[in-house]
């Protein structure tokens, strides 16, 4: 008897491991819901690349392609198509719930996946060309607020994006309501630097990876980081908007999440693996290499983030007028 029962305790041990084993995705596969290039694609590389790098997946990771409503249709798919895939993860932005705040993700809100982490981010920047007068933050909102019809504020999205909501916190900065900013919606932060050293508009807003290289080489002239503390590196010396008496941050937090009906063995598998992974040096190396910096939010932390971003977001898209 006592044989017997030993047996089956070791039995059920096997068993739980081999539970455990079977949580790794057979097929892993990261869906990035826009065309390749872009930063959902850089999102899904970041994963897929160190995953393999630092051997915490046995199988390659696959990256496949779907466009259409920054994301939209790839969370509208995931939602009806692949709701229990544990294979799969999405990736996702802080863009994706500045959206769903704004109801454009259609009827789905930000509990119909579950949220599985942020592995870098980026951070607001506003700029200004390099001959500009203005040399610090509170110079721009005093010369925003005197005449708010001189400044037009690109940046590289549609009203409503995150570069319009960065302009509209200027504006309201300035006193000045934000419906009536000059804003000029623009092809991406390259057409806002191209704008800027042309003389074409006052004030850009973007991101900080796509406008540092630009500041070291004197062509435009950052004026305040959206972070909560200054940014390592080239851009060390760049105060935050909140030493300068803005009280914002703007992470455009780069992440993932997983089908609603994901089993809890399948979800506690990528949240335990995304917590080894962000220990590597492979992982560091990865994010580094694609301008992103250290935001590192895993599990219920960052459901907690995203679902707090989506009611700021609400906040601020009302204030808006949007």
Same mark, same amino acid.
């Given at each position: ?47 897929? $690349? ?25 969370? $509208? ?9 544990? $294979? ?235």
């Amino acid at each position: 008897m006592k044989l017997k029962t030993g047996a089956l305790v070791v039995g059920m041990l096997f068993a739980a491991l081999a539970g455990n084993a079977m949580a790794e995705p057979a097929k892993p596969e990261c869906l990035a819901g826009a065309k390749p290039g872009g930063g959902f694609d850089l999102t899904c590389r970041l994963a897929a $690349n160190s995953l393999l790098e630092a051997k915490l997946i046995s199988k390659p990771m696959a990256v496949t392609y779907m466009e259409g409503g920054v994301g939209a249709v790839a969370y $509208n798919h995931v939602i009806g198509k692949r709701g229990s895939d544990g $294979n799969l993860i999405t990736a996702a932005s802080s863009g994706s719930a500045l959206l769903i705040a704004q109801g454009k993700f259609g009827q789905y809100d930000e509990n119909a996946v579950r949220w599985l982490g942020a592995l870098g981010a980026d951070y607001g920047v506003l700029v200004v060309a390099a001959d500009s007068p203005i040399k610090n933050l509170g110079e721009l909102i005093e010369a925003y607020k005197a005449n708010p019809s001189d400044f037009a504020i690109a940046g590289g999205g549609a009203v409503g994006s995150q570069d319009w909501m960065k302009g509209a916190i200027l504006a309201k900065a300035a006193g000045q309501d934000p419906k009536s900013m000059r804003y000029v919606a623009l092809e991406g932060g390259g057409a806002v630097l191209t704008a800027l050293e042309g003389g074409h508009v006052k004030v850009g807003s973007g991101d900080a990876a796509e406008m540092v290289q630009h500041h070291t080489a004197g062509k435009v002239r950052i004026l305040a980081v959206m972070s909560p503390e200054r940014l390592p590196g080239e851009l060390a010396e760049v105060p935050t908007a909140k030493e300068q008496g803005v009280d914002i941050e703007w992470p455009v937090w780069r992440g993932y999440y997983v089908g609603k009906d994901v089993s809890d063995a399948d979800y506690n598998w990528w949240v335990d693996t995304l917590n080894k992974l962000a220990e590597t040096p492979e992982f560091k190396k990865e994010r580094e290499a694609r301008g992103l910096y250290e935001f590192t939010l895993i599990g219920k932390d960052f459901d907690d983030q995203v679902k707090s971003d989506v009611a700021r977001f609400k906040v601020l898209a009302k204030e808006a007028g949007m």
